[in-house]
Structures are given as structure tokens and as C-alpha cells.
């Protein structure tokens, strides 16, 4: 069974452009969360979808983040405009079940490098 | 509010035991997850913590609880980054811990 994939695995771009991330979560797994580690710090939650509806977005750091998951299988987080210190590694996870106790899958994650 | 605190850095022989301790404070029953991100390696589930599978769980809000994970033997392979991840409150707020890198040595 194939696991959560992310692409690009890097990215590097300038202050100003706009990225998008792509996770695609495991076959039938309805919940879906992205993560974030800037440098040096750790690991922060962005949001939580179940299917298509954005169940928890809380973490998200400002309007420059928009993160979509049409159709409720694969999931984008589009940055626009970049900053500097949106530089880190964007991790996505995938679950069976919320509710907090099921075990979350998670990708290997997109080097952002924002110059 | 949620909060995790790890130790930041480990450092033993190969052949050693450690103990790696995840200190939490949460509300509303919460779950503790172990993962470990070996380099370039996705971050893998290593135990969970629930109300049911803990003799200590309390249950309800909990203040500084002591999660640790502990490996015997070690190995040079075992050296990673040991995260924990709280699931808790009401609203199943999620909160990492900054990991412990465990580095050990031939």
C-alpha cells in the first residue's frame, strides 16, 4: 500500500512567487493535516481537513496560506506571496479516523526555501 | 493550554539504555504519540498513549505528566529524532514537542 507522498520534495524560490504543495493522503483515509518546522523550531500544526471540509485550521499562520482539498482526496497548500520565513519543511499527515487517537501517517514532507 | 517539553539532545554508547521523557500539561483526556524521523525518512508512528491503554492515565486534565519512551540496547541505527505529539482539549488540538535527537555512538 502505497504511503502519503508530497511533491516537490524541495522547492526553492524567490520572495514574492507563489508555490503549491501537493499531499496526497492514503487511499481512504478521510483526514488529512498539514504541518510545518521552521528552522530550528518545532513542529507546528497548519490545519485539519476531514474529506473536503477544513475541520480545524487554527494553525494557519496568515491569508498568504490557502489550503485546499477538492473533491476530498488530494490536498494543496498554496503560498502567495512567499516571505522569507515561510522557509522550512511542510509535512502532511493522513488518519482513518479523528477524533485524536488514531495514528496519523504522515509524508516526507517539502523543503520550502524562500531567498 | 497544551503544552510538550522534551529533552533536546541524548548521547550514549551503543548497548546503553535510554530513557527519553516527554512532560505534557493538556485538557480534555488527551493521547500521547511517539514517532522517530530517521534521516530522510517519513516520521513513523513508534507508541501511542490513550486512556485505555495507560495504568497512570488519569483521565481528564492533566498537568506536567510524564510520557517516556524507553530503549534498551541501542543501537548506531536507533539515533534519530524522537518527537512527541499530544492530541488534547476538547477540540483535539495538536502539539509536537521539539524532539530529541538521539545520537548513538559505536
Known amino acids: 500500500e502505497a504511503g502519503v507522498t508530497q511533491f516537490p520534495s524541495h522547492s526553492v524560490i524567490e520572495k514574492g512567487q507563489t508555490v503549491t504543495l501537493r499531499c496526497d493522503p492514503i487511499?481512504?483515509?478521510?483526514?488529512l493535516y498539514w504541518y510545518r518546522r521552521v528552522m530550528g523550531k518545532e513542529i507546528k500544526f497548519l490545519l485539519h481537513?476531514?474529506?473536503?471540509?477544513?475541520?480545524?485550521e487554527s494553525g494557519m499562520p496568515n491569508n498568504r496560506f490557502l489550503a485546499e482539498r477538492t473533491g476530498g482526496t488530494y490536498s494543496t497548500l498554496k503560498v502567495q506571496p512567499a516571505e522569507l520565513e515561510d522557509s522550512g519543511v511542510y509535512f502532511c499527515?493522513?488518519?482513518?479516523?479523528?477524533?485524536?487517537?488514531?495514528?496519523?501517517?504522515f509524508g516526507p514532507g517539502t523543503r520550502l526555501t524562500v531567498l | 493550554s497544551n503544552s510538550v517539553k522534551q529533552t533536546g539532545q541524548i548521547t550514549v554508547s551503543e548497548g546503553a539504555s535510554v530513557t527519553m521523557n516527554c512532560t505534557y500539561t493538556?485538557?480534555?483526556?488527551?493521547?500521547l504519540f511517539w514517532y522517530v524521523e530517521y534521516p530522510s525518512k517519513p516520521l513513523q508512528l513508534l507508541q501511542r498513549?490513550?486512556?485505555?491503554?495507560s495504568k497512570n492515565f488519569g483521565g481528564g486534565n492533566i498537568k506536567d505528566k510524564n510520557s517516556p519512551i524507553v530503549k534498551y540496547s541501542v543501537q548506531v541505527s536507533d539515533s534519530a529524532v524522537y518527537y512527541c505529539?499530544?492530541?488534547?482539549?476538547?477540540?483535539?488540538?495538536?502539539?509536537f514537542g521539539k524532539g530529541t535527537l538521539l545520537t548513538v555512538n559505536p
Open positions: 487511499s481512504g483515509h478521510d483526514n
Open positions: 498513549e490513550t486512556m485505555e491503554n
Open positions: 493538556s485538557t480534555g483526556y488527551p493521547t
Open positions: 499527515a493522513s488518519s482513518q479516523s479523528a477524533g485524536g487517537i488514531a495514528e496519523q501517517f
Open positions: 481537513f476531514v474529506k473536503e471540509s477544513k475541520q480545524d
Open positions: 505529539l499530544l492530541c488534547g482539549g476538547s477540540n483535539y488540538k495538536l502539539t
